[in-house]
C-alpha cells in the first residue's frame, strides 16, 4: 500500500494520560497537515509541515499538543494530559507541492478515545 | 481566516436522480477548491477538484463551478447511484495553503 498510513487506528486512554500517534506520508510528499475531525464535522485543520518546518499551526493547537517531523518523513503527534475533549478522529494528509497542484491525500486515521 | 459554509446538510435523492451541493466562502484569496468524499468509518478521498482560474471542470458524472465574484462553489452528482451514498465535504485553500472545510453533507441515494 503506497498511500498515506496512520498507527494506531485506534487509541484508548483515561484522562492526564499522554498520546503519540503516527503518520507516514506517500513516499516523497515533502508536505504533511494534521486534522482533527469530530463526528459530524469537517475535519479542522491542526498543524502542517514542509519537509521537516512546521510552517502553521492553527489557533485549535493548545500547548498540550505537539508535532514533529523530525527527518521530513513521517510525522509524531502527541497530547499531554489528555482530556475528553480531546476524543476525535485525528487524520493525517500528505501532498506534494508542485507549481500547479498540491493535491492532499489522507490517511485512515487514528481514533482517540478518551475516558 | 477562511469560513466555509455547506448546504444543505443532508440531501436524499432517488436513484438516477441529480444531487446538487452549494458551497460558499469568505476569503477572496482562497484559490483551490476540493471535494472529498467519505464512506463510514473510511478516509475522505478527493472526487475532483477546481483552481481559481478555472469556472467549470467535468469528470464524467461529477462536475464542480466556481463563481469567485460570488465566492460560491457547487458539486454536481448527474445518474446517482446507491454506493454515491456518502458525506461529501468542500474545502477552500487560502494565500496560507491552509484547508478550511466545510460542514459536510450526508447524501444518500434511494435504490
Known amino acids: 500500500d503506497t498511500g498515506v498510513s496512520q498507527n494506531p487506528r485506534h487509541k484508548i486512554t483515561k484522562r492526564g494520560q499522554n498520546v503519540t500517534f503516527r503518520c507516514d506520508p506517500i513516499?516523497?510528499?515533502?508536505?504533511l497537515y494534521w486534522y482533527r475531525q469530530t463526528l459530524g464535522q469537517g475535519p479542522e485543520f491542526l498543524t502542517y509541515?514542509?519537509?521537516?518546518?512546521?510552517?502553521?499551526k492553527s489557533r485549535l493547537l493548545s500547548d498540550r499538543f505537539s508535532a514533529e517531523r523530525p527527518k521530513g518523513s513521517f510525522s509524531t503527534l502527541e497530547i499531554q494530559r489528555t482530556e475528553q475533549g480531546d476524543s476525535a478522529m485525528y487524520l493525517c494528509?500528505?501532498?506534494?507541492?508542485?507549481?500547479?497542484?498540491?493535491?492532499?491525500?489522507f490517511g485512515p486515521g487514528t481514533r482517540l478515545t478518551v475516558l | 481566516g477562511e469560513n466555509v459554509e455547506q448546504h444543505p446538510s443532508t440531501l436524499s435523492v432517488q436513484e438516477g436522480d441529480s444531487a446538487v451541493i452549494k458551497c460558499t466562502y469568505s476569503?477572496?484569496?482562497?484559490?483551490?477548491f476540493p471535494w472529498y468524499k467519505q464512506e463510514l468509518g473510511k478516509r475522505p478521498q478527493l472526487i475532483i477538484d477546481?483552481?481559481?482560474?478555472?469556472g467549470e471542470k467535468k469528470d464524467q458524472r461529477i462536475a464542480v463551478t466556481l463563481n469567485k465574484t460570488a465566492k460560491h462553489f457547487s458539486l454536481h452528482i448527474t445518474e446517482t447511484q446507491p454506493e454515491d451514498s456518502a458525506v461529501y465535504f468542500c474545502?477552500?485553500?487560502?494565500?496560507?495553503?491552509?484547508?478550511?472545510f466545510g460542514g459536510g453533507t450526508r447524501l444518500m441515494v434511494k435504490p
Open positions: 494528509a500528505s501532498s506534494l507541492l508542485q507549481v500547479s497542484t498540491d493535491t492532499q491525500y
Open positions: 513516499s516523497e510528499h515533502n508536505r
Open positions: 509541515f514542509q519537509n521537516e518546518a512546521q510552517l502553521e
Open positions: 476569503d477572496s484569496a482562497s484559490n483551490y
Open positions: 477546481i483552481r481559481s482560474n478555472v
Open positions: 474545502a477552500a485553500r487560502d494565500a496560507g495553503n491552509m484547508l478550511t
